[in-house]
């Protein structure tokens, strides 16, 4: 009972403040739209808005296919255990990540490879963490220019990753110092 009361209380104040001048406004109005209409003036045209474009969303970059080829992988290796050939192409796709100057040795490249095998057989991760996880694993392998807090913020965040997916840490941290060791060689001048 006291909400319809106030409700009815703020409606009768509401129409007591629009005043005099905003009903002689909407009379004015309504009579000059009469008089124009006996007189056969059409109404002046509702005012121009502005052209609106749908803009297209911007079309996502074509993603590294050095990312896609490892989530790839990734995503044979953590259905069963890694085959040889599997570790094979897993290095294969991890050597060519490597774009920059400088690459990390193929030793470094195949302990990599079988660590993370290893990490990563019969884990369950999903798609969006084999996306980071690659895109991780790229980013260090191009990171001549990464401070060590980045390499050490990529290398966090792969442990992470491997861990929630259910490797056991010593496994993980076997990843990392490899991982680790990539960057440093990567890191080295020309």
Not at 16 to 22: M, N, S, T, V, W
Not at 50 to 77: C, E, H, R
Not at 89 to 104: C, E, H, I, R
Not at 107 to 126: F, H, N, P, Y
Request: hydrophobic residues 45%; positive net charge.
């Amino acid at each position: 009972m006291k909400n319809l009361l106030v409700i009815i209380a703020i409606v009768c104040v509401s129409q007591a403040l629009a005043g005099p001048e905003d009903v002689a406004k909407q009379r004015a109005k309504g009579t000059a739209a009469k008089l124009n209409a006996k007189q056969g003036v059409q109404p002046p045209p509702p005012p121009a808005r502005p052209a609106t474009t749908n803009p297209q969303p911007s079309a996502q970059p074509p993603a590294n296919p050095a990312v896609v080829k490892l989530k790839s992988d990734f995503g044979i290796i953590i259905n069963s255990a890694a085959t040889a050939e599997q570790k094979k192409q897993l290095v294969t796709d991890l050597s060519a990540a490597a774009q920059g100057a400088v690459k990390p040795s193929q030793q470094t490249v195949t302990k990599l490879a079988t660590d993370l095998s290893a990490a990563l057989a019969g884990k369950t991760i999903a798609s969006a963490d084999q996306s980071r996880l690659s895109q991780d694993i790229v980013s260090i392998f191009n990171g001549a220019a990464l401070s060590q807090t980045q390499v050490q913020t990529l290398s966090l965040d792969v442990q992470t990753i491997l861990q929630t997916a259910g490797a056991k840490r010593t496994e993980a941290i076997v990843v990392v110092a490899d991982l680790k060791t990539i960057a440093a060689e990567v890191q080295k001048k020309p």
